[in-house]
C-alpha cells in the first residue's frame, strides 16, 4: 500500500525586544543631526527539527532558486513600498520577513519630502522616506515591504550558524537635520513592525510563523541650549540649538498608533 506523508511547518520567534538590557533604542545628539536608532534580532525555531535533518528522507526545500515574493500593489498608496520591486528580499526557499507602518505628526510642517528629500538628506530608501504617513500594512500578510534584501538575514537553517532556525537582525535610524525647523517646533513618528516567517512551496510562498510585533515612536523637539540653560549635545558649551528627545519610547506591541 502507497504512503503518503504530510508534514506541518511552523516557526516560532525567540527573542525580545529590546534585544537585551543596556540595547534600548536612544536619541543621539549629534553636531549636523538628531538620531533615533534602535536594533532588533530574533531567531525563528524551526518546527519540526527532523524537516531539516539532511541525514533522513525530508521535503527537497534547501535546493533550487525561490520565486519573487509579492510585491504591494501601486494601488495601495497608503503601504510604504507600494509599487516597488520586493524581489531582492529573498534568497533561499525559507525567509524570514517584515512588514512596516508609519504615522508622521508633523505639526511645525518641515521639509522631509521637498527640498531636503531630493538631496537625499531623508530618503530612507532610494525614491522612499520613512519621514511621511504610510498608516496601513500590506494587504497581503506574505509580502513584506520592510524588506527589500537580505543583508541582515540568515535564511539557512540547515548549516552549524543558526542550525534549525532563521535569524534576522534589524538596526532602524532615523535622523532630523539641526538646521530644519524653529525652536519649539515638535515632530513625533510612529513607526510599528510585524515580523514573520515564509516558505516557498511549489512555487508559492506562505506563512509559517504569528506575527512578533515591535514598534519605536521618535518624539523630538527643537530647543535653544541659551534659553534652557543646558548643554544637550555634551560638548561643555551651552550655545547650540538642537533637536532633543521629547517622550521617545517603545515596546513588543503595536499598540498607540
Partial sequence: MDKMVVWVVWATASGNFPVMVGAEPSVNILAGATQYAAQQALDWVI??????????????????????????????????LHGANL???????????????????NPGNIDFQGNNFQNGAYETQTGWTTWATYDEYPSDPVAGNDDANTVSEDNNPYDNTFHGKLHTQDLPKIGIRQVDGRVGDTVELRMQFRDFARLQIGGKWFVISDDFLWRLDAKLKKADEVADNMDYDGDGIKNGVFWIDNGSNYGADNDGF
Fill in 47 to 80: 518546527e519540526p527539527a527532523s524537516i531539516i535533518d539532511t541525514t533522513t528522507d525530508i521535503p527537497n526545500l534547501r535546493d533550487g532558486m525561490p520565486v519573487a515574493p509579492p510585491d504591494v500593489p501601486a494601488g495601495e498608496t497608503h503601504v510604504y
Fill in 87 to 105: 524581489g531582492g528580499g529573498v534568497n533561499a526557499l525559507w525567509d524570514v520577513s517584515r512588514q512596516i507602518r508609519t504615522k508622521l505628526l
